[in-house]
């Protein structure tokens, strides 16, 4: 079964200060990995998916697959980037049909 | 405005008194779902849909009927409602690429059940 793990409930830094949020899945098809934002009184958006290799906002992650982690990093962390992360799996070979979260990860940047 | 609008937003209620939880897309995606929300679980998947007339059962649909009669709505049920079903309710839509695309999520329904 698909499974996506995110150990850390929290993670408080200071401003200018390195990120990394940690997401580890558990799937042996092809899946496809996202990291998901919600800021507060937001809704849930997308913030990037590994297949498009992009950077938003400073954000990037790599998919690791013989870790089989994605983990979400940015260099210096902004208070704006405060936030509720959560990372996501699809599965290619089933078309996508379910996504599955991790429990979600609390940033919070103080100044 | 392309959006996911929910209703209600806040709903307390009590045990056993059927409800409904409409959720409406306007950016004619084919794929629609409903996720819970609850503390130390994240979002688990209810129900999903692929399209009209096809829906198919998430990791936690015990309690809760769905159904897509139109490609923008994709209402929740609760035919009997139980407090283990107080929860963070959100609908989100996306291509038919589904998962593999972008979901937009709704606003999200607190609902209570007493």
């Known amino acids: 079964a698909q499974r996506v793990t995110q150990p850390e409930k929290l993670l408080s830094v200071f401003k200018g200060a390195p990120v990394e949020l940690k997401c580890n899945y558990s799937y042996s098809g092809s899946p496809e990995l996202f990291w998901y934002v919600q800021y507060s009184r937001q809704r849930l958006q997308l913030l990037l998916r590994?297949?498009s290799r992009e950077s938003i906002k400073g954000f990037t992650a790599d998919l690791n697959k013989g870790e089989t982690s994605f983990h979400l990093k940015k260099p210096f962390a902004q208070e704006e980037d405060s936030a509720m992360y959560y990372c996501?799996?699809?599965?290619?070979?089933?078309?996508?049909?379910?996504?599955?979260f991790g429990t979600g990860t609390r940033l919070l940047v103080s100044p | 405005e392309a959006q996911v609008t929910q209703n209600p937003r806040y709903l307390i209620t009590v045990t056993g008194k059927k409800l409904t939880v409409t959720c409406s897309q306007n950016m004619n995606h084919e794929y629609m779902s409903w996720y819970r929300q609850d503390p130390g679980l994240g979002l688990r998947q209810i129900y999903y849909?692929?399209?009209?007339?096809?829906?198919d059962k998430g990791d936690v649909p015990e309690g809760y009927k769905v159904s897509r009669k139109e490609k923008r709505n994709f209402p929740l049920i609760l035919e009997s409602p139980s407090p283990n079903q107080t929860s963070l309710y959100f609908c989100?839509?996306?291509?038919?690429?589904?998962?593999?695309?972008?979901?937009?999520f709704g606003p999200g329904t607190r609902l209570t059940v007493l």
């Open positions: 590994h297949i």
């Open positions: 989100a839509s996306s291509t038919l690429a589904g998962g593999g695309g972008e979901q937009f």
């Open positions: 996501a799996l699809s599965d290619r070979d089933t078309g996508f049909q379910k996504l599955v």
């Open positions: 849909s692929m399209n009209v007339e096809v829906t």
